[in-house]
């Protein structure tokens, strides 16, 4: 079995932060996001992972190479122009006659996908289909099974009425396993959705479209800021397992520091005296100095947080100055290069 990561999207709402950094690579728990899922895949012994892009794919390539680091083969398709979900499969899939399994590439999730292949295998199915409740699934794919897991409807980006009517919370958690049956029904260089259009053709023809649950693992889009700070302070309260950078020795911490064990620290931080951290991510070589204060935030790479500044809840992207004083308050994003002068606050 081949996976295939779809990572061709945008990342419009996870902007600033994916003004200068493809969605892909944007670091989580100071890794590029991708590798979790890549971890993932090579625990269920698949080790062939295509990664189809459309967007920024240099800065995803250089960052992820060949895969040998990680243990699996990468390869990258990129298309001429995004082709949508469906359309992308198609396009880096069109020859294959293997099974493949396709991922969204904002899903966050420590679910054994062994399971779910052998449940594929199991009910021969043309396609099986990872579902997770959510409380609201306005913002996701929602499906409607019958009683032995069979997929009945599939209703993408769902108004009030239509969640009302189907009754169920279980949505598309964007985790597909696909025989090659599904390839003929897209058409190749065209544009297609798997939501809007291949499900429903699957349906339509009556193929076999099982289920599969996840079922108490731990699953999360990170395609907000809000989602991609909540999913780090999940890790950070062992909510979620996967890899975690050990805490960098090469870190400059004084004595009067106060770190808490939660926190993870990348090398090269300088942490200067009766500064605090508390159950946060610093990407390497950020700077804290005298007396700021930082909780449940994640600051990328190179940012200087300057004396007696306060940061709350906020993502901090790479470089950014906060100035002496400052104030960010929850739920504050800072592209990328921002600059707080003293006193500020937001
Ligand atoms: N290669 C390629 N080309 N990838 C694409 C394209 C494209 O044209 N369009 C989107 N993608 C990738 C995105 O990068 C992302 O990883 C994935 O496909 C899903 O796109 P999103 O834009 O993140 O979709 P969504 O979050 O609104 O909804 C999808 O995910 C939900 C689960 O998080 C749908 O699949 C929903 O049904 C699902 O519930
Ligand atoms: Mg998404």
Request: aromatic share 8%.
């Amino acid at each position: 079995m081949k996976a295939l990561i779809l990572a061709g999207g945008k990342g419009t709402r996870l902007r600033p932060l994916t003004v200068y950094t493809p969605k892909p690579v944007v670091p989580l728990m100071n890794r590029p996001f991708l590798l979790f899922q890549i971890e993932l895949l090579a625990m269920a012994g698949i080790t062939d992972i295509t990664l189809s892009l459309s967007y920024q794919p240099d800065k995803i390539e250089d960052q992820l190479g060949d895969g040998a680091e990680y243990g699996v083969r990468l390869s990258y398709v990129t298309e001429p122009n995004p082709l949508g979900t469906g359309g992308a499969y198609k396009w880096a899939f069109a020859k294959e006659a293997e099974t493949a399994l396709v991922f969204n590439g904002d899903i966050l999730t420590d679910f054994d996908l062994s399971a779910m292949i052998a449940a594929h295998r199991d009910k021969a199915s043309d396609a099986t289909i990872a579902l997770t409740p959510v409380i609201d699934p306005s913002r996701y794919g929602l499906v409607e099974t019958d009683k032995c897991g069979s997929v009945v409807r599939f209703l993408e980006k769902p108004n009030p009425e239509e969640i009302d009517r189907l009754g169920t919370n279980l949505i598309n958690a964007g985790i597909y396993i696909l025989e090659p049956t599904v390839l003929p029904l897209i058409a190749t260089g065209e544009n297609a959705s798997f939501e809007y259009n291949v499900f429903p053709e699957i349906l339509n023809r009556k193929m076999g479209f099982n289920s599969f649950s996840l079922d108490g693992s731990y699953w999360k889009d990170i395609g907000t800021p809000e989602s991609y700070l909540t999913a780090q302070m999940d890790f950070l309260n062992g909510d979620i397992t996967g890899s975690i950078l050990p805490k960098s020795q090469n870190s400059e911490i004084a004595t009067t520091a106060a770190v808490d064990d939660r926190s993870l620290i990348a090398e090269g931080c300088v942490i200067k005296p009766n500064a605090k951290i508390i159950n946060s991510v610093l990407g390497p070589g950020v700077h804290v100095e005298e007396k700021a204060f930082i909780e449940n935030s994640v600051i990328w790479a190179h940012s200087r947080i300057s004396a007696s500044a306060d940061v709350r809840g906020s993502v901090i992207c790479r470089s950014c100055h906060i100035g002496k004083n400052v104030v960010v308050g929850c739920g504050s994003v800072l592209g990328d290069k921002t600059s707080l002068p003293d006193y500020s606050k937001v």
